[in-house]
């Protein structure tokens, strides 16, 4: 039986509506990113599904040092506060560090493990301690099976707010590969699954200083993972990606987003019947 993850006025898992984690790959400024997270929120409320708002204050993982990184913990939680204070939004960033999550566990109501810090045990006791949700991303290394030993340090404080998230496999050099099993086999562990479709179609610094990605297949992959059985969806967006300052052959254009909201919400109800 799968665990329904509630916070705020959220509930996240099997029989709950299928739930969004959205936003831009990083916090470029103040503006641009109120701006898009009000255009979120428009979207999502206007179907009246459950949405959380996310970005990264620091890129602490990008490709090469002179990559753009974000304004930092400082300016970036200020940042996703004031947000949080004029939206209403439930807000999601990924910490690297356990020093940062003092500081970030004041504003944010998920707390994110990247990736790559999946196996980091100080960082992920120190992130489930607070007793806030945390959603870890599933290593590129990692089997999917390998994620209940992840649930169990999270587990060991009392926490049982989790999500997992599927961001693809290494396959190869430069590629990654989605194996929907992945999504079936982290649920049988007993949390909600979420689906990171954009990660997903990266192809790790395939452009030499910077990281490729294959923005055709999100869409998809997204229908995919629903159709698979996930209980949520990780998108990230922009109002033009060309132009991003991170991931930018990933992301979705916002503009995109309404039409693959109708078809992932089709599925999911045929679904949610079977």
Request: glycine letters at 6%.
């Amino acid at each position: 039986m799968t665990k329904i993850i509630n916070f705020r006025n959220l509930a996240i898992g099997k029989g709950r509506p299928l739930a969004f984690i959205a936003g831009p790959c990083v916090i470029e400024n103040h503006e641009s990113c109120l701006k898009l997270a009000d255009k979120l929120k428009t979207i999502f409320q206007t179907k009246e599904i459950p949405f959380i708002f996310k970005a990264s204050y620091d890129k602490a993982n990008r490709t090469s040092v002179n990559s753009y990184r974000g304004p930092g913990i400082k300016e970036g939680i200020r940042i996703l506060a004031d947000i949080k204070k004029q939206l209403n939004l439930p807000i999601l960033s990924d910490v690297h560090c356990k020093e940062d999550i003092p500081i970030v566990s004041e504003v944010l109501d998920v707390i994110q493990i990247p990736a790559f810090l999946c196996r980091q045990t100080d960082l992920i006791l120190a992130a489930a301690k607070t007793g806030k949700p945390v959603n870890v991303k599933k290593g590129q290394f990692l089997s999917p099976w390998d994620m209940k030993s992840v649930v169990e340090k999270i587990r060991s404080t009392g926490n049982e707010q989790i999500l997992l998230t599927e961001r693809g496999t290494s396959f190869g050099y430069n590629n990654l590969v989605s194996d929907m099993r992945s999504l079936v086999i982290m649920r049988e562990l007993g949390y909600p699954v979420i689906y990171d479709a954009t990660h997903s179609v990266q192809l790790p610094g395939s452009r030499g200083n910077v990281s490729g990605g294959e923005r055709n297949m999100v869409m998809p992959l997204a229908r995919a993972a629903v159709a698979t059985g996930c209980d949520g969806l990780f998108l990230e967006v922009h109002e033009f990606p060309e132009k991003a300052l991170s991931d930018a052959a990933t992301m979705l254009p916002v503009n995109d987003l309404p039409y693959l909201i109708d078809q992932l919400l089709e599925i999911h109800r045929i679904v949610q019947l079977a």
